[in-house]
């Protein structure tokens, strides 16, 4: 897959079959869109353009929002290679890109520069400034510019009950389960291993501390959850905590994992880390030593739980 940065370093002579989106979560619902676009451009011999917009809209054009994505820009990078896309644009989404017209953006961006020949867009569509582009505009253009157009009906959305919105709920929660099934794949935290207190380590539990630098990535409430990591090739299987540390009083949220039988010194690593399922609400033990024995009994209902249910398709 060919990655842009931005749309004006893209040049191809080559027609393109076009969806555009945030595609924030590149959940079932997205999956389904854009393997329709690359087969189909793969029959047209045509190239299949994915073209969506960082930072999310809603950062911008809503300056007091608090949106939290489900994706990094890097992992959602990652995870549309994976569908087949020849290429993949990432635009900035600035004031200036906002205020360009229904036939600014098509004439410039559609036409001029992405060659376009079909283009995909879902139900309710609206582009351009004050979101004055929908399906109907988009119908004369594709006559004017010689494009076709498709859209995903309404029924086709509503019989996929997936959305971003929907997903993002669902984390908050902790429902990481119904996450899953969701995505498609196994929601994750990618992150660089700092040093944390070594509490873990001094009672028998060493932990990775995970610092997740996006401060707009989407984080599951304060818990315990079951997670994996392929690392070194290897893959790992632990528990992970998401909160304060009340029992020590805590001020700060921390993300800490505890790998099962593994010892290799992780610090100032990348890694990502597959959340698989929900333990218990975090708690504050009224003592180091009754934590150390939560901790005994969530290792073993962890174990139990890989043992039964993932360490098979593993």
């Given at each position: 897959m060919?990655?842009?940065k931005?749309?004006?370093t893209y040049?191809s002579?080559?027609?393109?079959?076009?969806?555009?989106g945030?595609?924030?979560?590149v959940?079932?619902?997205?999956?389904k869109?854009i393997?329709d676009?690359?087969?189909?451009?793969k029959?047209n011999n045509?190239?299949?353009?994915?073209?969506?917009?960082?930072p999310?809209?809603?950062?911008?054009l809503?300056?007091?929002?608090n949106?939290?994505?489900?994706?990094t820009i890097?992992?959602?990078?990652?995870?549309?290679?994976?569908i087949?896309?020849?290429?993949?644009i990432?635009?900035e989404?600035?004031?200036?890109?906002?205020?360009?017209t229904?036939l600014?953006?098509v004439k410039?961006?559609?036409v001029?520069k992405?060659?376009?020949a079909?283009?995909?867009?879902g139900?309710?569509?609206h582009?351009g400034?004050?979101?004055?582009g929908n399906f109907d505009t988009l119908?004369?253009y594709?006559?004017?510019f010689?494009?076709?157009?498709?859209e995903?009906?309404q029924?086709?959305?509503?019989n996929?009950?997936?959305?971003?919105t929907?997903?993002?709920?669902?984390i908050?929660?902790?429902?990481i389960?119904?996450?899953n099934?969701?995505?498609?794949y196994?929601?994750?935290?990618?992150g660089?291993?700092?040093?944390?207190k070594?509490l873990?380590?001094k009672?028998?539990?060493?932990?990775a501390?995970i610092?997740?630098?996006?401060t707009y990535?989407?984080i599951?409430?304060?818990?315990?959850?079951i997670?994996k990591a392929?690392i070194?090739?290897?893959t790992?299987?632990g528990m992970m905590?998401?909160?304060f540390r009340?029992?020590?009083s805590?001020?700060?949220q921390t993300?800490?994992?505890n790998f099962?039988?593994?010892?290799?010194n992780?610090?100032n690593?990348i890694?990502q880390?597959e959340?698989l399922q929900?333990?218990?609400?975090?708690i504050?033990?009224?003592?180091?030593?009754?934590?150390k024995?939560?901790?005994k009994?969530?290792?073993q209902?962890?174990l139990?739980?890989?043992?039964?249910?993932f360490f098979?398709s593993?």
């Amino acid at each position: 897959m060919n990655i842009f940065k931005n749309i004006s370093t893209y040049k191809s002579t080559k027609k393109s079959f076009v969806t555009i989106g945030t595609f924030d979560g590149v959940h079932l619902g997205h999956q389904k869109v854009i393997k329709d676009l690359v087969e189909s451009a793969k029959k047209n011999n045509a190239e299949s353009v994915l073209l969506t917009f960082f930072p999310h809209p809603r950062m911008v054009l809503q300056k007091n929002t608090n949106i939290k994505l489900i994706n990094t820009i890097d992992e959602r990078i990652k995870l549309l290679e994976n569908i087949g896309l020849d290429t993949l644009i990432i635009h900035e989404f600035s004031d200036e890109f906002s205020n360009l017209t229904a036939l600014e953006f098509v004439k410039t961006i559609l036409v001029d520069k992405l060659n376009i020949a079909k283009l995909v867009i879902g139900y309710d569509h609206h582009f351009g400034k004050n979101r004055e582009g929908n399906f109907d505009t988009l119908q004369q253009y594709g006559t004017e510019f010689n494009f076709e157009l498709k859209e995903i009906s309404q029924q086709d959305i509503s019989n996929i009950t997936v959305s971003s919105t929907k997903i993002r709920t669902a984390i908050e929660l902790g429902e990481i389960t119904k996450v899953n099934s969701y995505l498609g794949y196994n929601f994750m935290l990618t992150g660089t291993v700092v040093k944390g207190k070594n509490l873990g380590e001094k009672i028998g539990f060493p932990t990775a501390n995970i610092h997740i630098k996006e401060t707009y990535k989407l984080i599951p409430k304060t818990g315990a959850y079951i997670v994996k990591a392929i690392i070194a090739n290897k893959t790992v299987f632990g528990m992970m905590n998401i909160g304060f540390r009340p029992t020590v009083s805590g001020k700060n949220q921390t993300i800490e994992i505890n790998f099962f039988d593994f010892k290799t010194n992780l610090y100032n690593k990348i890694i990502q880390v597959e959340v698989l399922q929900f333990l218990r609400d975090e708690i504050k033990f009224n003592s180091i030593d009754d934590l150390k024995d939560q901790l005994k009994k969530d290792q073993q209902k962890s174990l139990e739980i890989i043992r039964g249910t993932f360490f098979e398709s593993n």
